[in-house]
């Protein structure tokens, strides 16, 4: 009997750890009163797509069950407590345009894929981005001077 209430007293204190850590990870966002905002709100957007490498590519998807590229940047904005549109287009369409010496954290990357724009990463600094690429693949850190993603590089953008 002893022994049973040692492991359930230890399972209790592994469900409580998983408990902060998870509200750590989503910046508090729900014990907040108000949402995020400016620099920060990227940041912890960045920091929440970063956590989502090896999660699987699926086209549509925007959960941690499977993601497509502008699933995983709406999904790590609502996390961070600020709503985006859930397309690339319609992200493309609502985020200001940033110029490349200025980007922080947080910022959407925009790129041309088949020549049209059809791509969008998370900035996370120092030159790196955060993305789902595409079926078959998980979420992944790339740097953006490599050479496929410099020449597809499109613009930069900021809610």
Known sequence: MRILGV???????RIRCAAAILLAALGLAACSSTPATGNHAGATAASIAKGQVGVPYRYGGNTPAGF???GLV?????AAGIA????????WATMSPVDRSDMRAGD??????????????LYLGNGRFV???SSGRTVS?????????????IRAGRP
């Open 74 to 78: 709406q999904y790590s904005y609502a």
């Open 131 to 133: 993305h789902a690429t």
């Open 84 to 91: 985006i549109p859930r397309t690339t287009s319609g992200q």
């Open 68 to 70: 497509d590229c502008s």
């Open 141 to 153: 850190i790339e740097s953006l001077g490599s050479g496929f993603y410099r020449k597809a590089f």
């Open 7 to 13: 492991m359930i007293a230890q399972h209790a204190h």
């Open 108 to 121: 959407l990357l925009f790129f041309e894929i088949s020549g049209k724009m059809s791509h969008v990463g």
